[in-house]
């Protein structure tokens, strides 16, 4: 998953803001990095 698309629909139907809306700029981050790291064992 690319971490924009926590910005768009489904994700802004919930909160408009997405993901920031709901949690902490720090909690965020750590969801893109989460998804960074899924996105690079599944390459390997």
Known sequence: M??????QSP???VNAP?????FSNEKVTRI????????????A
């Open 32 to 43: 893109v990095d989460v998804l960074a790291e899924i996105r690079r064992r599944a390459a």
């Open 18 to 22: 997405g993901p920031l809306g709901v």
């Open 2 to 7: 690319e971490p924009e698309w926590l910005f």
């Open 11 to 13: 994700f802004t139907d």
